[in-house]
């Protein structure tokens, strides 16, 4: 929905523009599928009334009609996790309010509704930014959260932020976008490298990724819960997956994006240090 996101998997089901794996699956790379939300530029359209003071460093506070996240016990149960930062404790703490409260979340995608003009999302303080569906891709994700029981709250594990790191500084650095790293590995690889999401046969794993010049941690988790342009809603269907007990988040500068995020999930993990 706002600005880009994606998603892969080996077999990877490339539900809309998350990733997601298990142990028993294995596949060639598949072409991500992107959400996208573009940034309206000054005189790129008539009477667009951008926002021209608007400082991607420096974003407004997104209109809002939930309590402010610092109030709530999510943030304070991840502050522990001091090789996040602020924004990664933030997009944590904000993925376990939509699963442990998804009707909330209904209400604030509700909220959001009164900013579409057509296409474009005219909020406050931001330029208009346009979108591949309009409202209709919001009302059908708070139908979603609504038919939406509470999920388990996910815990961050310092290996799999490690390997979400790793693929942020290595896209970011070379403005690219997608699951496959420059050096050809997938989020299972870099996974891997800090440990071992393989470790039942159940075992499951993905990858949620986000593109925007507005890092603001409710700002990617909506882009994943409405998921714009992707028909099969993957980004929401992996950040609402049931199963999912562990999470991994890096955020980074990307030099055509502004910002890249990456939100890594598993069923299990073992991090390295317990497998030796």
């Given at each position: ?240 997956r049931p199963d ?28 390295a240090e317990s497998?030796?």
């Amino acid at each position: 929905m706002f600005s880009k996101t994606c998603i892969l998997s080996p077999l990877m089901a490339v539900v809309g523009g998350m990733l997601w794996a298990t142990v028993t699956t294995a596949a060639p790379p598949i072409a991500p599928k992107f959400a996208n939300l573009t940034l309206v530029t000054p005189g790129a359209r008539a009477g667009q009334n951008a926002a021209p003071s608007y400082d991607p460093s420096n974003p407004p506070d997104l209109p809002t009609q939930i309590p402010p996240l610092a109030s709530t016990e999510y943030l304070a149960a991840v502050a522990t996790h001091d090789y996040l930062s602020e924004v990664e404790q933030q997009i944590v703490a904000e993925t376990n309010r939509l699963r442990a409260e998804p009707a909330l979340y209904a209400a604030e995608l509700e909220n959001l509704r009164q900013y579409f003009d057509g296409y474009l999302l005219r909020l406050p303080g931001f330029p208009p930014l346009e979108t591949v569906e309009g409202v209709a891709a919001v009302e059908e994700a708070i139908a979603a959260l609504r038919e939406t029981a509470p999920l388990p709250r996910l815990t961050p594990s310092w290996g799999m932020s490690q390997a979400a790191r790793d693929h942020v500084q290595d896209l970011g650095a070379i403005g690219a976008d997608g699951h496959y790293g420059s050096d050809g590995s997938t989020p299972f690889d870099r996974l891997n490298r800090y440990g071992s999401w393989e470790v039942g046969s159940s075992s499951r794993a993905g990858e949620n990724l986000s593109y925007s010049p507005i890092n603001l941690a409710r700002w990617h988790i909506l882009q994943w819960v409405v998921d714009d342009g992707v028909p099969n809603r993957g980004h929401r269907q992996a950040i609402l997956r049931p199963d999912y007990q562990l999470t991994g988040i890096a955020c980074g500068v990307h030099t055509f994006y502004g910002t890249m995020c990456s939100m890594t999930y598993a069923k299990d993990y073992i991090e390295a240090e317990s497998l030796f």
